[in-house]
């Protein structure tokens, strides 16, 4: 549970995709390693059982203070709003889990001494039993239910608990032992802290300075956190923002660029997004119907509270559900769509990626009308193509153009991708104008600007020929995304690193005989369950919600009535599901 509890805290801190997680999930494999290392000299020295209590209270109560911390200092070690690199990432994670994964390590070499003195040599394995399943049961409690309720300071008192608890019964079996009733007081202490001072509560505001924090919520995707400054209401989750209320260009660009191509639609799809607006922007067209689909349920509630005129109209029909597998299961015989906008954040993360993919593209054109029209858009875009952005841009086209007759880039403040079997054209403002769409950006005078030639020819160049298209299994975009973001950084090897490999090395060195064949089979093993967890990510949208349960129901309810989401809530939790929704820093996780 702490370990969930840190990643998705970890994720938070540093806008992380699946480089956090590795250096996160490598680190504490390590550092335990070399905690159940150090257990072996302590346990020879026949001081076991008193050092296993004392270590049993810290690694309870440490993690609080970890989060709290993590929290409260992510702005000041790093400069606030910048992204940090994968060097400082993994020197920050390396502090972050070092006091907790050594005492934790040695703890649990220290049980397994302690079971081996009294059983034999059986107790080892009687402790790396218990090891798993507890494992397994708190990785359900977390998941299924923990997380549904309290924030991560408040979940971590019930692993706490049972520590304090344990380490009380075990003082107690010795005479004359304080011990019992420190970890009594140290829990009491603790569970009063958290329903007195609410920790959550000032840990969130340290993170957001200057701003008021008006709602925290956590779900079984991420973190949630509305914040409002000058009259501008934020949505944040793992703390990069998702929609302002002000985002004008953000809005009419999403909607427009691909509507003026379609004005007469009569039904829309929009996947993700529609708590920024553009539902409600969609609805200046004689629309009759918008499907709006959303992941995390709590998102179009929030949207309804802090943002309600966005969400009111009765057309807008909210659907929970994972943006791919909707349109998967969006039967042939099933009405079409006119125009499909995928509002989703850029391919920083291997589950994003799926929304870019051929193979996805493919699925949107089998649910658009003949001369429906797709729009989604990518990069960020000034006046200047370099040549990270010119490959994503031209492997994005090279996708989109295997299922689609024809293309068009529009270079607005992102570079928009449209496809359709049907004309697409560049007289946007003239179809506004035509259709008396009011626009408060996007109009004839701003256009004039984004699709002035020498940008039009910065497309063009763009896209030249030989790209490679992005699919499911070959995931290019993605890995020129992460290329991209990791340009902007110095990555450099230092002593912490050195030290790393330096460990690694000796290591390897000494492994001989079984050690080695059992190494070796271990991290093949390991190797390849992480492959097959993101293709099944790939394939069916998230790991954990979707292993955990073998049935993800499509809740919709129409968009303007009230209470809940018709069936309720998804059923199992998945910390990568969070993390990879993003911003449009991490994009727009």
């Given amino acids: 549970m702490v370990q969930l509890a840190l990643l998705r805290e970890a994720l938070d801190a540093f806008s992380g995709n699946e480089l956090v997680l590795g250096v996160v999930l490598g680190l504490w494999m390590l550092l335990m390693g070399l905690g159940a290392a150090v257990g072996r000299p302590v346990a020879a020295r026949g001081c076991s059982r008193a050092v296993f209590e004392w270590l049993l209270m810290w690694v309870a109560l440490l993690p609080l203070a970890q989060v709290f911390g993590l929290r409260a200092l992510r702005n000041v070690v790093f400069l606030r709003g910048t992204a940090v690199g994968v060097s ?47 494992s397994i049961l708190g990785g359900t409690l977390f998941s299924f239910l923990l997380v549904r309720w309290f924030d991560h300071l408040a979940l971590l008192v019930f692993p706490a608990s049972l520590c304090l608890l344990t380490a009380g019964l075990l003082g107690a079996q010795r005479r004359g032992r304080t011990r019992p009733f420190l970890a009594a007081g140290l829990s009491a202490a603790m569970l009063a802290a958290v329903l007195v001072t609410h920790p959550d509560a000032v840990s969130t505001a340290l993170q957001f300075p200057g701003q008021r924090v008006v709602e925290r919520a956590l779900s079984p995707y991420g973190r949630l956190v509305v914040t ?5 209401i934020t949505f944040l989750e793992n703390g990069v923002a998702l929609v302002s209320s002000r985002d004008t260009q953000h809005v009419e660009e999403t909607v427009h660029y691909a509507m003026a191509q379609r004005p007469q639609a009569a039904k829309v799809l929009l996947v993700s997004g529609g708590i920024s607006g553009t539902a409600e922007e969609i609805l200046k067209y004689s629309v009759e119907r918008i499907d709006y689909v959303e992941l995390d349920p709590l998102l179009p509630g929030l949207g309804r509270k802090y943002l309600p005129d966005n969400l009111a109209d009765g057309r807008i029909r909210i659907i929970q559900a994972d943006g791919r597998r909707f349109i998967r299961r969006h039967g042939a015989e099933a009405e079409k769509y006119d125009v499909v906008i995928l509002d989703v954040p850029p ?243």
Avoid at 100 to 118: I, K, N, T, V
Avoid at 384 to 397: D, I, P
Avoid at 404 to 426: K, N, Q, Y
């Fill in 347 to 589: 391919p920083s993360t291997a589950q994003l990626n799926r929304f870019y993919t051929a193979e996805f593209l493919g699925e949107v054109k089998r649910v658009l009308a003949p001369d429906g029209v797709v729009s989604f858009a990518l990069g960020e875009y000034e006046n200047y193509v370099g040549e990270s952005l010119a490959r994503m841009l031209a492997t994005a086209q090279c996708s989109l153009a295997s299922s689609f007759r024809h293309t068009l880039l529009i270079p607005g403040g992102r570079v928009f991708f449209l496809g359709s079997d049907g004309s697409l054209s560049l007289e946007i403002s003239a179809s506004l104008e035509r259709w008396r769409i009011p626009t408060t950006l996007v109009n004839r005078h701003y256009l004039d600007a984004m699709l002035m030639p020498d940008r039009l020819a910065d497309m063009a160049r763009a896209i030249a020929p030989g790209a490679r298209p992005n699919t499911d299994l070959t995931p290019v975009l993605y890995f020129l995304h992460l290329r991209h973001w990791l340009s902007q950084f110095e990555v450099r090897i230092g002593p912490l690193q050195w030290a790393l490999l330096a460990l690694l090395a000796l290591y390897l060195v000494r492994l001989r005989g079984t050690s080695r064949a059992l190494f070796a089979s271990g991290f093949a093993g390991s190797g390849i369950e992480i492959v097959l967890l993101l293709a099944f990510q790939t394939l069916c949208g998230s790991v954990y919600h979707q292993v955990g349960c073998h049935r993800n129901p499509v809740h919709a309810r129409s968009g303007g009535g009230s209470g809940g989401f018709g069936g309720g809530r998804p059923k199992a939790a998945d910390f990568r599901e969070g993390s990879a929704r993003g911003s449009d820093s991490l994009g727009r996780r």
């Fill in 228 to 232: 409002q400054s000058g009259g501008q």
């Fill in 88 to 134: 400082d990432t993994v020197g920050a994670v390396f502090a972050l889990l070092l006091p907790y994964c050594l005492p934790a390590g040695c703890a649990l070499a220290l049980g397994c001494f302690l079971l081996m003195s009294e059983t034999g040599m059986g107790g080892i394995g009687q402790g790396y039993l218990a090891d798993s399943v507890g």
